[in-house]
């Protein structure tokens, strides 16, 4: 069995777990599910998280958004997200660190015009995407998505990058930073509520129709509303939208080909978006 499989198994067990025990698990419970999975401590806030915004508390962790009880419904990331996540944070862990003189010596290549270390480059700063996007997690966009458009800033600021942007280290932190933030700000704004809107639908009518093969019949809300790792009210409000829309056009048929899907069919498309 793979370390996917087992990751997803042991996850499932301690929510049935924490289920009956007044939705309450300690951290010491949790890494005794995962002990042997998790292969650095520091991915363990990430399990910690899942759990609080799935409403488990976790006896001795204060989830990392201060805001966390006013967003929780419906900022919370799926399973199926964070199974990814845990991957792609994996998938970090491979990469050498390289020291300042290394990094220097490339920094000078690049103001020189050899671009042929840019891809070093771009990988020595994707930890610190990785950072900056966990530090605004919970605002609106799911962590995925934070990634994604840091690395895609990130790429774009390194080749931007000239003698009087000042310090590189310094520069790539601000650049990455204000475009993760624009995109939560984006978010916010009416611009973007219908594509938003769209997305959940298509991934309500995959889940739909997974569970349903899955299950032999018509999920219930509670099924669908776990699956999609959203509360019954917004997937209540999701299943009336859709629908009114299948009222309007009922040759209509939702596929679902959003970057996130993509990533979620590729959980190292995160980073291969900077290849």
């Not at 962790?61 to 419904?73: A, G, H, L, R, W």
Request: with cysteine; charged share 30%.
């Amino acid at each position: 069995m793979d370390k996917k499989t087992l990751f997803n198994e042991a996850l499932e067990k301690l929510v049935s777990t924490a289920a009956n025990n007044k939705n309450k698990v300690s951290m010491e419970e949790v890494q005794t599910y995962f002990d042997g999975l998790i292969d650095d401590n520091n991915q363990y806030p990430f399990i910690y998280d899942y759990l609080s915004r799935n409403n488990i508390e976790v006896e001795g962790f204060t989830p990392s958004d201060k805001n966390f009880v006013e967003t929780k419904d419906k900022n919370y990331e799926s399973k199926e997200e964070l199974e990814f996540i845990h991957m792609y944070m994996t998938d970090m862990d491979t990469i050498p660190n390289m020291d300042l003189r290394e990094q220097n010596a490339l920094i000078e290549k690049l103001l020189s015009g050899d671009i042929s270390c840019t891809e070093k480059l771009v990988e020595s700063k994707l930890k610190t995407v990785a950072d900056i996007a966990e530090k605004y997690r919970g605002r609106g966009v799911s962590f995925g998505d934070l990634i994604q458009e840091g690395n895609l800033e990130l790429m774009i600021a390194i080749s931007e990058y000239h003698e009087t942007s000042g310090d590189f280290h310094q520069y790539i932190y601000q650049r990455v930073e204000n475009a993760i933030v624009n995109t939560i700000n984006n978010e916010m704004n009416s611009d973007r509520i219908g594509q938003h809107l769209a997305d959940k639908l298509n991934r309500l009518d995959r889940v739909t129709k997974e569970l349903n093969q899955k299950l032999g019949r018509v999920p219930e809300l509670s099924e669908l509303s776990e699956a999609m790792g959203i509360s019954e009210d917004e997937t209540s409000l999701l299943l009336k939208t859709s629908l009114d829309t299948l009222s309007v056009n009922e040759d209509t048929h939702i596929t679902d080909t959003t970057p996130a899907a993509s990533a979620q069919s590729d959980p190292l498309k995160w980073r291969k978006h900077t290849r």
